[in-house]
């Protein structure tokens, strides 16, 4: 039901802690496609009718169908988006997606391949940037700008919801034009963004337990919505898991699950206060048949300059703190999730 600010929420489905999805449709009559609504970039693309047969990750999706809209209109500029994880190739076309109940002529791109890796792994079909315009490959409007200069949000603002337990529903919820009370308890408290143009801030310490290890003098980090994990540069992450213990295989870093209870938590200080996260948070339990996993969601990346260097916080962050993101101020606020 209405959030009561006027639009729609729209519910996210959580895949097991890792990927939070929700639905919008493109087209008339309507096409329905699961997408990241992700903060950490700025363009909207599904996959495409069109998708070469050899792409495994193309043709397990929903795939958009040009042919079968009439409100379709033609563009056919390439497009090519490049993740730290894989990339997307396509070209640009335009029609009305429906977000949040709120219906916006958008360009957006038809994917015709999509690397293998990630991909192959999401059980979304496509991504919808949340970002800044400055951001968006080939300069395209993002979405939510489009919603924005038709006025018909309350305030030019966006939320996000994630849940930490999978079985609980909904897994998720974005709200377009405000917040949703029923899943935070308290206050916001406000960070400004480090700088135009990228929901990026200054965090003025990471502490593990009460003993601070870096970035006493400040560094950026940036509130991805569409990043599973929380990453920082490889140095400080190394040292962070070697302080608490964890061993890196593989598939990441891991405890001991007889050994997660007496764990520190780990804090980030931002805007003059402390967002902590317990065990609780940042170790996810998986029951396996050799025995429970106990993997901790923290990742070493080193993102190359002028980006990086820059800590990530994803949802392992975002599940413990309610997250609203405010265009009208440039700054990001924080709730206490319930
Ligand atoms: C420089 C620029 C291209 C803008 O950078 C970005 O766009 N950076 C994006 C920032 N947000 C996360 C994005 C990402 O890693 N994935 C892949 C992914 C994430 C979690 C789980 C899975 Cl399975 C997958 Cl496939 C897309 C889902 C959003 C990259």
Redesign the pocket.
């Known amino acids: 039901g209405d959030a009561g600010n006027g639009t729609v929420p729209t519910p996210l489905t959580n895949y097991l802690d ?2 939070y999805f929700g639905e919008i449709s493109i087209g008339f009559p309507a096409q329905i496609f699961n997408v ?1 609504f ?6 909207l693309w599904v996959p495409s009718q069109r998708c070469s047969p050899f792409s495994t990750a193309c043709f397990t999706h929903s795939r958009y169908d040009s042919s079968k809209s009439q409100s379709y209109v033609e563009n056919g500029t390439g497009f090519s ?6 990339s997307v190739r396509g070209f640009l076309s335009e029609d009305v997606v429906m977000v949040g109940g709120i219906p916006v002529v958008q360009v957006f791109a038809e994917a015709t391949s999509l690397s293998a ?3 192959i ?4 079909d496509g ?1 919808l ?1 949340m ?1 800044y315009p400055d ?3 080939d300069g395209i409007t993002p979405v939510f700008d489009r919603i924005m200069s038709q006025q018909v949000l309350e305030e030019e603002v966006f939320s996000v919801y994630y849940s930490r337990d999978p079985q609980r529903s909904p897994g998720g919820e974005l709200v377009l034009g405000g917040t949703d009370p029923n899943y935070y308890t308290g206050s916001f408290n406000y960070v400004h963004t480090r700088e135009l143009g990228k929901w990026e801030v200054t965090v003025k310490g990471v502490a593990v337990g009460r003993k601070t290890l870096f970035c006493s003098e400040g560094c950026a980090a ?1 509130i ?5 994990y929380i990453t920082g540069p490889a140095s400080s992450v190394t040292l962070l898991m070697k302080t608490i213990g964890a061993q890196l295989d593989e598939s990441g870093y891991k405890v001991n699950c007889d050994s997660v209870k007496a764990l520190p938590s780990l804090t980030f200080h931002m805007g003059g206060q402390e967002y902590s996260l317990t065990q609780e948070d940042y170790v996810l339990w998986q029951p396996q048949i050799q025995g429970d996993v106990c993997v901790v969601t923290f990742r070493a990346l080193d993102v190359p300059p002028p ?1 990086g260097p820059v800590w ?1 916080l ?2 392992t962050f975002i599940a413990r703190y309610y997250t609203e993101f405010d265009r009208r101020n440039n700054r990001i606020g924080f709730a206490t999730a319930a």
Not at 38 to 43: F, H, R
Not at 81 to 86: C, D, M, N, V, W
């Open positions: 890792t990927q990241v992700d903060t950490g970039s700025a363009n988006i490049q993740y730290a994880s894989g890796m990630p991909f792994f999401a059980k979304f991504v940037g970002g951001t968006a490959v940036v991805d919505t569409g990043s599973s980006t990530i994803g949802a």
